[in-house]
């Protein structure tokens, strides 16, 4: 940090310069070549840049690649490495604003905008000051109205950011690099660690035929639920929380009164602490442990089995609720109907040994998945102190015009 305010006070100790967006580069929309012509399609070379592509700082691939005839036939232009895409038209607008450099030469797509840095602004320096602004340009430029999100152009190009000094530039995105490079590293290793827990958890839950005894889950118990609640029933706040498939396993947008709830859970079904409850509809067979807390959850939609756990326990029977190939419908609405549940096979070793594969799961279920703890811990801590520096050595003062 000293490095830098020596700098600043050198080379801008009365502010530093704030311009649009407009000038502090050269941007470039994009287009689609025709799907119908196989020819811009078959055989391309030049990485095709869409929305999906977008989300990491350094972009490493894209899926598209196009021809050169295709640029040529269309409102594509190729950009030079190094240039900054920002989405500009896309659902995803709801929520956040990607924007990530493009390392090699590419075109984008018409959903999305690239700079080309003047000279006196760092690519890696415009990049890190866009996604630091990225709330209040989603909160400025957005469009009102239309059936998808999308960025105002011409606001977004009016929208000003700080430009100091190259040198104070060089040494803000050495400092914030470092940052983003040891998130990349503990985002790769995350996934090493996803792929490794995967391997294991399908190979402990794999048993060779005739060695253990196998049964569907109605063999083991009754498929339940609970009682229907409607929506008269239920309001914005309250005292128990009502679980519908949509927040499901994160945080309730709906509640019931104590008085509903203690009444159904006397008279009706309802979950032991310890169960676990499986999605029916929307993601198929997500599994969430029912902690014992007072809560409600949507009739049909999100079910458990009451079974025995003198034959299986909940904790080994959640791990295979994540490797049984669920058979739905098939229709647009998923659902996963009671029947598929009953029909469904598991292998059922001794309780001992069903302890034993549930302590090794366990361990790399916390590595690669608790937020308090293991990887995305340490991962979130990383995002939150690149955000922390970040904020703090983007701000700066305003010089006099």
Request: a negative charge.
């Amino acid at each position: 940090m000293s490095r830098i305010d020596e700098l600043i006070a050198g080379l801008c100790p009365d502010g530093v310069e704030y311009r649009p967006l407009r000038d502090v580069g050269i941007w470039q929309g994009g287009g689609t070549p025709s799907k119908h012509n196989t020819d811009y399609w078959r055989g391309g070379t030049i990485p095709w840049v869409t929305s999906k592509d977008m989300g990491a700082f350094d972009l490493s691939d894209t899926e598209d690649y196009i021809t050169e005839s295709a640029v040529e036939g269309s409102a594509a232009k190729i950009i030079p490495p190094n240039s900054v895409a920002i989405v500009m038209r896309s659902g995803i607008l709801k929520h956040t604003l990607p924007v990530s450099l493009v390392p090699f030469v590419a075109t984008v797509n018409q959903d999305l905008r690239a700079l080309t840095c003047h000279d006196d602004v760092m690519p890696r320096y415009a990049l890190h000051v866009l996604r630091a602004n990225a709330g209040s340009i989603l909160v400025t430029c957005r469009k009102v109205g239309g059936t998808v999100e999308s960025i105002d152009a011409k606001r977004l190009m009016a929208f000003r950011i700080p430009v100091p000094p190259l040198e104070v530039q060089r040494e803000i995105v050495r400092v914030l690099d470092a940052f983003t490079q040891l998130e990349a590293e503990l985002e790769a290793e995350l996934e090493a660690r996803r792929r490794q827990y995967a391997h294991y958890r399908d190979a402990l839950l794999t048993f060779p035929e005739g060695g253990v005894r196998w049964a569907t889950l109605g063999e083991l118990g009754r498929v339940s639920m609970c009682k229907r609640v409607f929506k008269s029933d239920t309001s914005a706040d309250g005292e128990i929380p009502f679980f519908k498939i949509g927040t499901f396993g994160s945080t309730p947008d709906a509640f019931i009164s104590r008085q509903l709830y203690e009444d159904y859970r006397a008279r009706y079904s309802f979950p032991k602490k310890g169960d676990v409850l499986i999605s029916a509809a929307g993601t198929i067979g997500r599994a969430v442990i029912y902690d014992g807390e007072p809560a409600y959850f949507q009739d049909s939609n999100i079910v458990w089995i009451d079974h025995d756990e003198s034959l299986v326990t909940n904790a080994y029977l959640r791990y295979w609720y994540s490797v049984i190939d669920w058979t739905t419908d098939g229709g647009t609405i998923r659902r996963l109907y009671n029947e598929n549940i009953r029909r469904a096979k598991i292998a059922l070793p001794p309780l001992e040994e069903q302890a034993r594969i549930v302590a090794i799961l366990d361990q790399f279920d916390a590595l690669v998945n608790d937020l308090s703890s293991g990887l995305p811990a340490e991962l979130a801590a990383r995002r939150s102190q690149y955000e922390y520096y970040r904020d703090r050595l983007l701000t700066f003062k305003e010089a006099a015009a």
